[in-house]
């Protein structure tokens, strides 16, 4: 198995929009996707509903949000790269970051997976963003998403980090193991369209946006 990743922290204070996707998380967790409003996640971040319209006109931007927020933890720090190590050894370090920085969401990402497939329109744009982060997290690891041969790789990886989030939601363990041996069984069946590894730069290297 790959070796056991850092967790990455951020101790810097809250923006508005930080403080919008915690709100809305918690909301989640207590009420459910399908009964949270706009005015009740403003209520719970302490700011004027036109605020959150101005950084998140509706909940599927503030699911964006959040994927955006875990994309920039799992980043945030160098990918770690042996010359005998696979590129799936980096992109399971990668989708490990993600899950560590989900794990104080864990309700609300279960309430998620439960009520998004009855809000297609939410669902689709959950599914966008979903390929969009795997795609960044490909490409850090310095796994090429250009082509068909990439928007396979993109998609299997997409499924495969689904796949180890559901053994992940229940996951009480202190160090995560199964949800490691989970994740690390995934990628060895799709290395294969990872392609030769490339010349990558580091995360805090490319472009945020």
């Not at 209520?43 to 605020?51: F, H, K, T, V, Y």
């Not at 599914?127 to 997290?137: D, I, K």
């Not at 299997?156 to 995560?176: F, H, I």
Request: charged residues 25%; contains cysteine; positive net charge.
């Amino acid at each position: 198995m790959p070796r056991a990743r850092r967790a990455a922290g951020n101790g810097a204070e809250k923006s508005d929009a930080d403080r919008i996707i915690d709100a809305a998380l918690a909301g989640i967790a207590e009420q459910g996707w399908r009964r949270l409003s706009l005015a009740a996640i403003a209520a719970a971040a302490g700011m004027p509903i036109l605020r959150v319209y101005r950084l998140f006109p509706s909940k599927a931007a503030i699911l964006c949000g959040l994927f955006r927020r875990v994309d920039e933890a799992a980043l945030a720090a160098p990918v770690e790269a042996g010359d005998d190590e696979r590129p799936r050894d980096r992109v399971f370090d990668l989708l490990m970051r993600r899950f560590d920085a989900l794990g104080p969401h864990k309700r609300a990402i279960s309430v998620l997976r439960r009520e998004l497939p009855a809000d297609p329109p939410s669902a689709i744009a959950a599914g966008a963003g979903l390929l969009r982060s795997m795609r960044w997290m490909l490409e850090a690891a310095g796994i090429a998403t250009a082509g068909i041969g990439g928007a396979v790789a993109v998609k299997l990886t997409a499924a495969a980090y689904l796949g180890a989030a559901s053994v992940w939601l229940r996951d009480d363990s202190a160090d995560l193991a199964p949800t490691m041996a989970a994740l690390d069984q995934r990628l060895r069946r799709i290395e294969r369209w990872f392609g030769a590894p490339r010349p990558h730069s580091a995360p805090g290297e490319a472009a945020a946006g």
